[in-house]
């Protein structure tokens, strides 16, 4: 491709609304330009790095063993319905009605859709196994859309669903398609790394988020340092606390004053205790019910962990003000005695004794507190998030929290699509049996601007080799000058013959403009042609990613090119 054909917008300034790297860069580079809320165009280069992640995860999935089809983005009202989740999925779903009074929405995800497809079509175990994936736009009306392509409302998702006959082949075909995610990301050229994930309310299953490791990253990971272990924040459990030694006695319950103290560091600072004797009380509203979680001073609550326990679809911290029109309490001293809403408390609190809570009074905190002997709770779980402090609940070791970006999450669903959809298969006896599914998704545009918040510097993007839009850009610094421009088409021509993907700058701009530019835009080779070639016969060949450089004759750069760019390429492979 002659850059001078090509649409690469790039742009001097970053745009004001860009936040994260990623999105800077995408606009930066020419990539691709918002059209509304959470809605790109992919630009020429944009989509060819989307294709070209497109690309591995189409042939990882076809050699694993599933096969490709499309299915439309409208779906109707009525299958939803039968699922139950035209009411569950909340704001998300884009719902819309056509000229005949239909109720549909817009493909956020395609359970419903593949499994009426299923049922239809597939009646015997001889059929099964059944792996089916497509690579499609989908739309999720995202509350807050944002930091470009790594939250849109409308993205590019491979979406694939396996049936199985049995639990057992369910866990096979789990297997391999955790292995062949494990093959995509690596190909890809990302670091990355598979943690175990919550599986919300559906008992029984279990899943795996494929996280890029980066900075930037929305999730935090546990690792373990010592073993295996890896989860997403959401889901690593906490070790069980230890119990108080039998000798603690308990206090009498009393009553301080703490004038204007409200929050946990000013309350402790005052009473002259530690963040760990005291306990939070924390308000939310569970499916639009109010419920109290205590937590230690210096714990967070987990909301995902309280969902679950209260198998709510949806959970969500209250302000300050809803604290007091709810509780009639100003927040700050806000306690679980008297407290007329339901009150469950995490694990470490049920271990601890005589600690400190709000007096649901302005100005007042109670010391001396203990469980169960001055209030009740309906519930003692594991509601807390994990800290660096914890150890390992597999092994007891340290453990390391670290950013990560999700790009892919593989999930065993067990038989609750099959069932609410009535989708029966006949077994080696002839019984009916509900299907066992699977589901497993990548973020194929969120995987782009994924490896760009890991592979970046001051100057733009530094593309993994198999992302990278082209392989190689040559830059032809004096197009007028008749020499160095035949020997700029000529070294285009013979790495095209090569089979590379070449970008030819050939516009009629200054060298500081083309230099910048492809430092912008992440080519991981950059061949220039210059002065130095008129003079010594020379061209430089320079590498994107740690900025080496070297002259060498037209020839010889080809050669070195050629050869690291199929190196390149071959180390991903395993
Ligand atoms: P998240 O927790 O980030 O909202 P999710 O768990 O809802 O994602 P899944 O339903 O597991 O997402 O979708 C499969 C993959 O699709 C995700 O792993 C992610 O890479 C990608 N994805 C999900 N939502 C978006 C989005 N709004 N924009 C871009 N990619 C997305
Ligand atoms: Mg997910």
């Known amino acids: ?65 599933a096969q490709e089809l499309l299915m439309p983005m409208v779906q109707p009202a009525d299958l939803w319905k039968e699922s139950g989740r035209w009411e569950k999925y909340g704001p998300e779903l884009l719902r819309f009605t056509d000229r005949h009074d239909r109720e549909s929405c817009l493909g956020p995800t395609h359970e419903e859709v593949i499994t009426d497809l299923v049922r ?21 009306d995202e509350i807050r859309p944002r930091f470009g392509l790594m939250r849109g409302r409308e993205f590019i998702m491979k979406d694939g669903y396996s ?38 309310t559906i008992g029984g299953s279990f899943s795996h988020e494929f996280m890029v490791l980066a900075d930037t990253g929305e999730d935090t990971l546990v690792i373990c340092r010592n073993c295996s272990y890896a989860a997403n924040m959401e889901k690593a459990a906490v070790a069980p606390p230890e119990k108080p030694g039998e000798d603690v006695g308990l206090l009498p319950l009393q009553k301080v004053e703490t004038p204007g103290k409200r929050k946990v560091d000013v309350v402790c600072e005052f009473l002259g205790i530690s963040p760990r004797e005291l306990v939070k009380t924390m308000v939310y509203l569970a499916d639009g019910d109010p419920v109290a979680v205590l937590v230690r001073g210096d714990h967070e609550v987990q909301p995902v962990k309280l969902k679950n326990m209260l198998g709510a679809v949806d959970v969500e911290m209250v302000d300050e003000k809803q604290i007091f029109d709810i509780t ?90 099959s069932k609410a959809l009535k989708a029966t298969f006949q077994d080696s006896s002839s019984e009916e049996q509900n299907f066992v599914m699977g589901c497993y998704g990548i973020g194929v545009s969120r995987t782009v601007a994924a490896a760009i918040e890991q592979n970046h510097d001051q100057h733009g993007i530094i593309f993994p080799l198999p992302l990278a839009p082209f392989q190689v ?74 900025g080496i450089t070297q002259s060498l004759s037209p020839d010889k750069a080809l050669t070195e090119v050629v050869s690291a760019i199929h190196d390149g390429m071959a180390a991903t492979w395993e």
């Open 1 to 65: 491709m002659r850059y001078s054909e090509l649409l690469l917008p790039t742009l001097k300034e970053t745009p004001a609304e860009a936040e994260v790297m990623s999105h800077k860069l995408l606009l930066r580079a020419g990539f691709i330009r918002k059209l509304s809320s959470g809605i790109y165009t992919y630009l020429p280069l944009g989509l060819a790095s989307i294709r070209k992640v497109e690309q591995i995860v189409r042939e990882e999935m076809n050699r694993a063993g």
């Open 120 to 140: 239809r079509d597939i009646h015997s175990y001889r059929d099964l196994p059944l792996n089916l994936y497509q690579i499609q736009t989908k739309f999720r």
């Open 163 to 200: 049936f199985d006959a049995t639990e057992s082949g369910a866990e096979i075909t789990y297997g391999k398609m955790f292995d062949a995610y494990h093959r995509v990301f690596k190909r890809c050229g990302l670091s990355f790394r598979a943690v175990e994930a919550d599986t919300g």
């Open 328 to 417: 009639g309490v100003p927040s700050g001293y806000l306690g679980p005695l008297g407290l007329d809403i339901p009150c469950a408390a995490d694990r470490e609190v049920a271990a601890m004794v005589n600690f400190t809570v709000g007096a649901n009074e302005k100005n007042y905190h109670l010391q001396n507190v203990n469980l169960p002997r001055d209030f009740k709770v309906f519930q003692v779980a594991d509601l807390r998030q994990l800290t660096e402090e914890d150890k390992c609940p597999s092994c007891g070791g340290e453990l390391e929290l670290t950013k990560g970006i999700e790009v892919g999450h593989i999930f065993k669903l067990g038989d609750s699509y």
């Open 473 to 546: 850009i040559i830059l032809n610094l004096d197009p007028k000058n008749q020499e160095i421009t035949a020997a700029a088409e000529s070294l285009y021509s013979q790495l095209q013959q090569e089979g590379l993907e070449v970008l030819l700058d050939d516009r009629d701009e200054r060298p500081g403009i083309k230099f910048k530019d492809a430092d912008l835009v992440g080519i991981p080779y950059r061949i220039t042609i210059g002065k130095r070639f008129v003079q010594e016969g020379e061209v430089e060949i320079r590498t994107r990613a740690d």
